[in-house]
């Protein structure tokens, strides 16, 4: 979600009332909560037409939506049960209704990168694994990263072997992560492996990022090339084709630009200024120039945040990474 996405949520939540405000929460990922939240707080002075812009634009999209596919579950459960029987139908709705309740898992989620270290550092790497890949990838990172060197390098090797969890392995883990925490969100995502979900979280780790890239090359060379293969970092932004950046760029704030390219190469440097106005590109250099010295730790911060961006318009095709920039979509 978008920086103006996540404020007109803010304002349509806050004109909502608490009650109402209260149920859309619930159906929103703990880091949309807090994105949201944080910008709730933020708000001051709107005006009457900013709300009025918000509420009509609000109306169009709901307009053009169908309760179709809503609480779909309990629909294919009972036509399934009916249809085939109570044994038949269970096996295959563990099949087309795959994890879909993770609700124990996905209250780690809610918690900081230290306590889910804590929660899971003496289970079996193969647990830790399964339960990194439903996090998000910068969290999963997070904790990775404060896990044991062995026990770090050991479960991103079987991060980027782990092609599928059966549902039943999955309920288990699931019921054993429910003793442990609180929590009743409840997920309808597949959990997934594999080198891309690897490259994803090696994407947010900082300088143990080689060293773990080296322990999977010194057991699968070939593995450790397609995590290579997938992974994105700041410097490939010099990849992408002009067009694709401008779009980029029109999704960044100046201040993140300003401190992620303290840390850039001049190369990429130049190539963000050129698919800039004159005038802003000649104002960001000024802000280069007379911005002080940056700690290492916010100027990759900065750049991550980026890099979630062009993720994010990478997912949805409107631009390409990887070098494949000429496929871009604009």
């Given amino acids: 979600m978008s920086d103006a996405g996540i404020n007109k949520s803010a304002i349509l939540l806050m004109t909502l009332g608490e009650d109402e405000a209260a149920e859309v929460m619930k159906f929103l990922e703990p880091k949309e909560v807090q994105k949201i939240s944080t910008a709730m707080v933020a708000l001051k002075n709107l005006s009457r037409d900013e709300i009025a812009e918000v509420f009509d634009e609000f109306h169009q999209l709901a307009s053009e939506k169908t309760t179709i596919g809503m609480d779909s579950g309990d629909y294919i459960r009972n036509m399934l049960n009916k249809a085939l029987g109570d044994d038949k139908a269970a096996g295959l709705l563990d099949r087309i209704l795959h994890s879909s309740d993770t609700s124990g898992i996905e209250s780690l989620k809610w918690m900081d990168a230290s306590s889910v270290a804590d929660l899971v550092t003496n289970e079996h790497p193969q647990i830790i694994a399964t ?3 439903h996090l998000d990838p910068d969290q999963a990172a997070s ?23 059966q549902p039943t392995a999955l309920r288990e883990l699931n019921d054993v992560m429910t003793k442990l925490l609180s929590g009743n969100a409840i997920s309808k995502k597949s959990i997934r492996g594999g080198a891309k979900a690897a490259a994803e979280i090696l994407n947010y780790i900082g300088s143990t990022q080689e060293v773990m890239l080296e322990s999977v090359r010194n057991q699968d060379p070939e593995l450790a090339q397609k995590i290579m293969d997938e ?30 390219l303290k840390g850039a190469s001049e190369e990429l440097r130049e190539k963000i200024f050129k698919n800039m106005s004159q005038r802003a590109a000649e104002m960001l250099r000024e802000d280069l120039e007379s911005k002080g010295p940056v700690k290492l730790s ?12 062009v993720r994010r318009l ?5 631009v390409v990474i990887g070098g494949k920039g000429e496929d871009a979509y604009v």
């Fill in 131 to 133: 339960i990194m890949v």
């Fill in 143 to 165: 904790v990775i990263a404060l896990l044991p060197e062995r026990i770090r390098n050991d479960v991103l090797l079987r991060i980027a072997t782990l092609d599928s969890v």
């Fill in 231 to 260: 992974m994105f970092v700041f410097e490939d932004l010099l990849e992408i084709e002009d067009r694709s950046i401008q779009m980029i760029l029109r999704e960044v704030q100046s201040e993140s630009l300003i401190v992620a």
């Fill in 298 to 309: 916010e100027v990759e911060s900065e750049q991550k945040e980026i890099l979630k961006i």
């Fill in 314 to 318: 990478s997912d949805e095709g409107q």
